[in-house]
């Protein structure tokens, strides 16, 4: 009996992980999907998880620019104390548990690439020096000013947003050095003021980890295409490649894999998968 088409192609990723020395995982939005987070593009979409926004006709682009700091601050932070709130509440789900133990398996372990600013990945018990957070990471707060360079954590905010209208109810976050608004140290769209430091030094650490690996292999996981970050650097490594996105999965090299499936359901079966990739090997 002919395999069906999936399990053919999830035995076909357990041999690749098999044959790899290290696992390259690169992350997007739709990685955060099963642990209920909202992916700003498809599905319900960004207005379904922001209401007031969308009766404010504010696109993801408009509310996530530093213009929008600058012009209504309380909303701007109503929408990312919102997001901290919600990252910092949320469970991991099972998928970055497996991506862990299959790290622990490989002799050069795993190192995280992602746009994803959620934090997730170390929620889920990644090693800090482990992750490049190429787009920056809500957990960490920067002068609005550029009055300095630090970059903070942002552990002491704990901000109060209303829900219905967005805002901000409780106070914004202060830059310690000059008493101005702080903001969150994630690259926005029409940003020129992001402190890029953090992303460089993990940037680094990356290229470091990489020239380690002899035979590494990228899992790519709901990395969208409309700001291909992810997805560039996946390719840019040359490695073979295993691309997991619900809608975006084609592949163009004859040695990677496309999964058509859900990130959790997805790595389960190349977990499972794992045991026959070895015993055909
Ligand atoms: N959690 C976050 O940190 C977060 C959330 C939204 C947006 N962003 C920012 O916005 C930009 C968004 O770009 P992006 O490419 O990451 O996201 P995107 O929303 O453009 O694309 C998400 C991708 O995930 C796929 N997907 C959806 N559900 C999935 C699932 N359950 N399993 C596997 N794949 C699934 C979709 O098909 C799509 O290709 C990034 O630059 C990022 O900084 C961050
Ligand atoms: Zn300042």
Redesign the pocket.
């Known amino acids: 009996m002919p395999i069906p088409l999936h399990q053919a192609e999830v035995i076909r990723a357990a041999k690749l992980i098999a044959a790899a020395d290290g696992l390259l995982i690169t992350a ?7 642990s209920g ?7 319900a979409g960004f207005w379904g998880a922001y209401p007031a926004l969308g009766q404010a006709g504010l696109h ?1 682009e408009s509310i996530a620019s530093p213009q929008a700091f600058e012009d209504r601050p309380r909303l701007a932070w109503g929408f990312y104390g919102h997001r901290l709130n919600l ?1 910092r509440r949320t469970i991991p789900h099972d998928g970055f548990r497996i991506l862990r133990d299959i790290g622990n398996f490989l002799p050069h372990g795993a190192f995280v690439f992602t ?4 934090g ?1 990945f170390q929620r889920a018990g990644f090693r800090d020096t482990g992750i490049c957070e190429v ?1 920056g990471s ?1 957990h960490h707060l920067q002068c609005m000013n550029g009055c300095a360079v630090d970059i903070w954590s942002a552990d002491d905010f704990e901000p109060i947003v209303d829900e219905t209208t967005c805002l901000l109810t409780s106070g914004v976050p202060i830059c310690p050095h000059c008493g101005g608004l702080a903001r969150p140290n ?2 926005m769209f029409g940003d020129w003021g992001w402190l890029p430091s953090r992303e460089r030094r993990q940037d680094q650490a990356m290229k470091t980890w990489l020239e380690q690996a002899e035979r590494p292999v990228v899992i790519e ?10 997805r560039m650097l996946g390719q840019w490594t040359g490695a073979p490649m295993i691309r ?5 999965a084609q592949v163009s090299r004859i040695q990677d894999v496309g999964l058509a ?4 359901d997805a790595l389960t079966a190349i977990s499972a998968g794992l045991s026959i990739g070895d015993g055909q090997k």
């Open positions: 997007g939005a739709g990685m955060g999907v099963d987070l909202p992916d700003f593009r498809s599905g993801f990252y746009s994803n600013v959620d997730q787009h809500i994630v690259l996981i709901g990395a969208g295409t409309a700001i291909p970050t992810a997991i996105n619900l809608r975006d499936m859900g990130a959790l």
